[in-house]
């Protein structure tokens, strides 16, 4: 969990998120979008579904939660990747092979 929030006490909450690496290169997740008429975007942003259970109300930083993933695993993973060679490029300067 990269980034904490609070939930609904009383209710099981099933919250939009990202899937990301963090600075050990483990996999977590961020909360996308908020509440609101923009609901539908945040969705639209989601690659899962973090379940909260009823008994929390206030995921923490460094949290364990289920996820249930709203795309293909492989589809995240392939965006995982391609962050983590533009990442690689940036440290280097940008500098990389490239064909003219």
């Known amino acids: 969990?990269?980034?904490?929030?609070?939930?609904?006490?009383?209710?099981?909450?099933?919250?939009?998120v990202t899937v990301e690496l963090d600075t050990t290169?483990?996999?977590?997740?961020?909360?996308?979008?908020?509440?609101g008429s923009h609901m539908?975007?945040?969705?639209?942003?989601a690659d899962a579904l973090a379940v909260v259970p009823a008994d929390v109300e206030e995921?923490?930083?460094?949290?364990?939660?289920e996820v249930l993933?709203?795309?293909?695993?492989g589809v995240i993973e392939a965006r995982?990747?391609?962050?983590?060679?533009?990442d690689e490029l940036e440290r280097a300067g940008g500098r990389g092979r490239h064909r003219g």
């Open 1 to 16: 969990m990269l980034e904490g929030w609070n939930a609904p006490a009383g209710k099981e909450q099933y919250a939009r």
């Open 80 to 86: 995982l990747n391609a962050q983590r060679i533009q």
């Open 59 to 65: 995921v923490e930083v460094g949290a364990l939660v």
């Open 40 to 45: 539908v975007a945040g969705l639209a942003n």
């Open 25 to 35: 290169g483990a996999y977590a997740v961020r909360p996308v979008g908020g509440g």
């Open 69 to 73: 993933e709203l795309r293909p695993w």
